[in-house]
């Protein structure tokens, strides 16, 4: 009887301990959807930079390209830390690979947000960049839910795994929505 009850607690203890990352998801992404669909600013004020690329597309989809090649790295670290794949070296490399591969993803997403949130906005011109609108502003909520999955020590163990494959998830399916979309329309080139 006492083993349900004990049971029945966790399960309870467990919901509201994932109250927070889901709420945070939520915040986020909402308000990253919404500064997106309001910050449409045409003509556009200030103008768009593309670094050495020939466009800003051309920007968007390479970044995005190296942030999802970074993406499958997070998923050989993770499953290399927990224990799933076994490769060397032994030791804390993997955690720091893991680490920093992770935050210049995350960097190299940012001027590619830039221009998504605050030149081009929450775009509903048709289904694919509605879609792409939409996983763009849930990509950053779910970065925000991980990263503060990771700084807290209570969430069961299958949390961190979770957050981290939904946000691999959302980086996959951006890159299909953009990267992939322009290279299939327009052929690889810088």
């Not at 049971?7 to 990352?21: F, V």
């Not at 609108?133 to 209570?154: D, Q």
């Not at 299958?158 to 996959?172: E, K, N, R, S």
Request: aromatic share 16%.
């Amino acid at each position: 009887m006492s083993e349900n009850i004990d049971n029945a607690t966790r399960r309870a203890s467990n919901a509201r301990l994932l109250a927070a990352p889901l709420l945070l998801f939520a915040g986020v992404s909402l308000a990253t959807g919404l500064l997106a669909f309001h910050a449409n600013d045409e003509p556009y004020q200030t103008p768009f930079f593309h670094l050495f690329f020939s466009n800003t597309l051309h920007m968007k989809a390479w970044l995005t390209t190296g942030a999802a090649l970074l993406g499958l790295g997070q998923l050989a670290t993770a499953a290399r830390i927990y224990g799933k794949l076994h490769f060397p070296p032994a030791g804390r490399f993997y955690s720091h690979a893991h680490r920093w591969s992770g935050r210049v993803a995350v960097l190299l997403t940012l001027p590619a947000a830039y221009h998504c949130i605050f030149k081009l906005g929450f775009a509903t011109y048709d289904a694919r960049a509605a879609f792409h609108s939409t996983l763009g502003a849930a990509f950053y909520g779910a970065l925000f839910a991980k990263v503060f999955i990771v700084r807290s020590s209570h969430y069961p163990g299958w949390a961190l795994p979770l957050a981290g494959a939904t946000l691999f998830a959302f980086l996959a399916l951006l890159w299909l929505t953009s990267a992939f979309w322009l290279f299939s329309a327009m052929g690889v080139s810088l």
